[in-house]
């Protein structure tokens, strides 16, 4: 449990990648109370230096034994990393905030998003996971549906963003579009196939049953938080050339018919969401826009008719905040708030 302080000592494991750099930047964006910050990366960029609230801070080499007199970890370095050194943060008496799948379905581990289920808090051993990017976003918008007309069953299908990924599949997608651009062959690194111009069925490896390991992520882990296995997910996951914010598409069938305005009005009075929604002047969530901000984007929502009690809608989060580092940060707050 973390014990209440005035400012805390905060790690940030894969501090040089993708979602730290974001961590580090929403710590400071937030003034979470942060006494001292030590930042962690692999031996490729120890020395490095980078900034927080104006002071250079040093990357260190993450080693078992760094973790002594660290209060909090936000651990974003892959999930081999994750499932090596998360275990001796904990020993260290270190609150560790995974964003791998290392530890997400693990029964002793809680699994959180701040505005669906804060109070699986209480519970933590030392970890805490940080769900998937896809997950978050969906369940901040199913929570409130399901609190006002219980849900039955999503269908969900993705369209992601390269930044989900890593830095390296971000140089990807520029180094790949500017290629297609020049006439020049394409070169392959990270994505099984091209993804300039591109839209690519496939985000992680498939499993026996023929999903991906993604689609399977969101369908355990929205049970898992949502803390009710009778809702049925099923979903389709979809690679595509855009470098920041998930959209998604949603169609939700409810035990009890709710009408689109009335969706509309239960989710603009939810936390973390904005209703961005007037077909009329063609304005609905485009990840551009979302880019950059804290909260879900819900748009398109009407009905579907092929069913009794069926809505559809559109909805996008920035990957990057909202599906990772800034709801690490929201945990992080929210057990200052606990202790
Ligand atoms: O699939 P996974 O395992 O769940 O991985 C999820 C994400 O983790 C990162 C990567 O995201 C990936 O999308 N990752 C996983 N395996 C990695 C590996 N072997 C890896 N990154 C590097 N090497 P990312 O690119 O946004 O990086 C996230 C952070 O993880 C840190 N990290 C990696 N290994 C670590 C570690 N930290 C501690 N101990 C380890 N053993 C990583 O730090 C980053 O902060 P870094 O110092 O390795 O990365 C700094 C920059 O170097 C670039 N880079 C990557 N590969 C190379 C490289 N530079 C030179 N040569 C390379 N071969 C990265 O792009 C990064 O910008
Ligand atoms: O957090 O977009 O489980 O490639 C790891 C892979 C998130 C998406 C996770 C990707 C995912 C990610």
């Given at each position: 449990?973390?014990?209440?302080?005035?400012?805390?000592?905060?790690?940030?494991?894969?501090?040089?990648?993708?979602?730290?750099?974001?961590?580090?930047?929403?710590?400071?964006?937030?003034?979470?109370?942060?006494?001292?910050?030590?930042?962690?990366?692999?031996?490729?960029?120890?020395?490095?230096?980078?900034?927080?609230?104006?002071?250079?801070?040093?990357?260190?080499?993450?080693?078992?034994?760094?973790?002594?007199?660290?209060?909090?970890?936000?651990?974003?370095a892959g999930g081999e990393r994750s499932k090596t050194f998360a275990p001796?943060?904990?020993?260290?008496?270190?609150?560790?905030?995974?964003?791998?799948?290392?530890?997400?379905?693990?029964?002793?581990?809680?699994?959180?998003?701040?505005?669906?289920?804060?109070?699986?808090?209480?519970?933590?051993?030392?970890?805490?996971?940080?769900?998937?990017?896809?997950?978050?976003?969906?369940?901040?918008?199913?929570?409130?549906?399901?609190?006002?007309?219980?849900?039955?069953?999503?269908?969900?299908?993705?369209?992601?963003?390269?930044?989900?990924?890593?830095?390296?599949?971000?140089?990807?997608?520029?180094?790949?579009?500017?290629?297609?651009?020049?006439?020049?062959?394409?070169?392959?690194?990270?994505?099984?196939?091209?993804?300039?111009?591109?839209?690519?069925?496939?985000?992680?490896?498939?499993?026996?049953?023929?999903?991906?390991?993604?689609?399977?992520?969101?369908?355990?882990?929205?049970?898992?938080?949502?803390?009710?296995?009778?809702?049925?997910?099923?979903?389709?996951?979809?690679?595509?050339?855009?470098?920041?914010?998930?959209?998604?598409?949603?169609?939700?069938?409810?035990?009890?018919?709710?009408?689109?305005?009335?969706?509309?009005?239960?989710?603009?009075?939810?936390?973390?969401?904005?209703?961005?929604?007037?077909?009329?002047?063609?304005?609905?969530?485009?990840?551009?826009?979302?880019?950059?901000?804290?909260?879900?984007?819900?748009?398109?929502?009407?009905?579907?008719?092929?069913?009794?009690?069926?809505?559809?809608?559109?909805?996008?989060?920035?990957?990057?905040?909202?599906?990772?580092?800034?709801?690490?940060?929201?945990?992080?707050?929210?057990?200052?708030?606990?202790?």
């Amino acid at each position: 449990m973390l014990k209440k302080k005035n400012e805390y000592v905060v790690a940030v494991v894969g501090a040089t990648g993708a979602v730290g750099s974001e961590m580090i930047a929403t710590l400071e964006r937030r003034n979470f109370p942060v006494g001292k910050l030590r930042l962690f990366a692999s031996e490729r960029s120890e020395g490095k230096e980078l900034e927080f609230h104006g002071k250079a801070v040093k990357v260190e080499v993450l080693k078992e034994d760094v973790f002594a007199g660290i209060d909090i970890a936000l651990f974003s370095a892959g999930g081999e990393r994750s499932k090596t050194f998360a275990p001796h943060a904990a020993r260290a008496g270190c609150v560790v905030i995974d964003n791998s799948a290392q530890w997400r379905m693990d029964p002793e581990v809680p699994l959180v998003v701040p505005e669906v289920n804060p109070h699986d808090l209480k519970w933590h051993k030392g970890i805490i996971a940080n769900p998937n990017c896809s997950t978050i976003q969906m369940v901040v918008v199913l929570k409130p549906l399901h609190d006002a007309a219980k849900i039955k069953r999503v269908v969900v299908t993705t369209f992601q963003s390269v930044s989900g990924t890593g830095m390296k599949a971000m140089e990807e997608l520029a180094t790949q579009t500017a290629e297609v651009l020049n006439m020049k062959p394409v070169t392959l690194k990270v994505y099984p196939h091209q993804i300039a111009f591109n839209c690519l069925p496939q985000i992680d490896v498939f499993l026996p049953n023929g999903y991906t390991k993604e689609e399977m992520k969101m369908i355990n882990e929205t049970t898992k938080i949502m803390g009710d296995d009778t809702i049925r997910v099923t979903a389709t996951t979809v690679r595509v050339p855009v470098f920041r914010c998930h959209s998604e598409s949603l169609n939700i069938e409810t035990e009890k018919e709710i009408a689109p305005n009335e969706v509309r009005e239960v989710l603009a009075g939810a936390p973390g969401i904005v209703v961005f929604d007037a077909p009329e002047k063609s304005v609905y969530p485009l990840a551009i826009d979302v880019a950059g901000k804290d909260d879900t984007y819900v748009g398109r929502i009407r009905k579907d008719e092929s069913i009794d009690c069926g809505i559809n809608m559109w909805i996008v989060a920035d990957n990057l905040l909202k599906g990772a580092a800034l709801n690490a940060v929201q945990i992080a707050e929210k057990l200052v708030e606990m202790a």
